[in-house]
């Protein structure tokens, strides 16, 4: 390949990823090392995943640097890409879903304050065929076990309001989309895990579009998730010093009133049935 087709390559993949600002730079600089061998290894992992409907994301494999990972992962996008449009998935949301690789980026900066992705696990489920962008939300489709039923994860990206027509467009969209495009995998459910379900957000907050999303949810089981608040109000690590947050929003005092006062904040996994209802 000369110098120009891969310029040409590497433009194509940044793109296609949404890489924008300075993580260019830095993006720019892994597309351009040369492949190693553990580049090569680590698409090997990547191929070896597509189609398979993974219910975790994957972790850098044993011996292949940091640099080399996320050269492969950016390197398979296109892959995916060209084998989703082959599967008649509509270029907008091969867009869409593609673009979050960008942000992990964007969202590393923000919260460690250089180039990087610590949730380069995350993005691989992209790079799966299994998890989907749709409107709003993202939908991560896998079996509950090894045998166990097919259920749809839905998660939440960080850009943009949470109100209930769109969230109701989001499922919607949803429901259509897995029935076409994988109607081997009858979907028993969907279900969320997020701090979002902690009952008292919506304790706090009753009126918000949080809490009325939370509310499409029942059978709620709480777990110890006690840096996800701070991690996704803030952008924030665990053990940062939380007098030094903002408070500009009633959602961030909100957070840090219960941290101060001796609290913890717990994440809820929730089930809603499958197609997925209208909201509240």
């Known amino acids: 390949m000369s110098k120009h087709q891969d310029t040409e390559t590497s433009t194509q993949i940044l793109r296609l990823c949404a890489v924008d600002g300075q993580d260019r730079v830095g993006c720019t600089a892994l597309l351009q090392r040369p492949e190693d061998d553990g580049t090569r290894s680590a698409r090997d992992a ?4 597509w ?33 989703m449009e082959l599967n008649g998935i509509a270029p907008r949301v091969i867009g869409a879903t593609l673009a979050d690789i960008g942000r992990q980026f964007q969202l590393h900066r923000r919260t460690h304050g250089g180039f990087g992705m610590a949730t380069d696990w995350w993005s691989t489920l992209h790079l799966s065929g299994s998890l989907y962008r749709l409107g709003r939300l993202q939908f991560h489709l896998h079996r509950e076990s090894a045998r166990g039923a097919w259920v749809v994860g839905v998660h939440i990206p960080e850009d943009g309001p949470l109100d209930a027509a769109a969230v109701d467009s989001s499922f919607a969209l949803a429901s259509t989309f897995f029935a076409r495009h994988f109607p081997a995998q009858p979907i028993e459910h969907a279900y969320c895990d997020s701090w979002l379900l902690d009952p008292c957000l919506a304790q706090g907050l009753p009126e918000s579009n949080m809490a009325r999303f939370a509310a499409r949810f029942s059978d709620v089981v709480l777990h110890e998730a006690p840096g996800d608040a701070l991690y996704f109000t803030f952008r924030a690590p665990a053990d940062v010093d939380v007098s ?25 996994r929730g089930r809603a049935a499958w197609p997925l209802p209208a909201g509240h």
């Open 244 to 268: 030094t947050l903002p408070r500009k929003s009633s959602l961030q005092r909100l957070v840090l009133e219960r941290i101060e006062a001796g609290g913890h904040w717990q994440a809820g």
């Open 51 to 83: 189609g398979t409907f993974p219910a975790e994301g994957a972790t850098r494999p044993e011996g292949v640097a940091t640099e080399a990972w996320q050269q492969a992962l950016l390197r398979f996008a296109p892959v995916a890409a060209g084998r």
């Open 46 to 49: 990547l191929e070896a995943r």
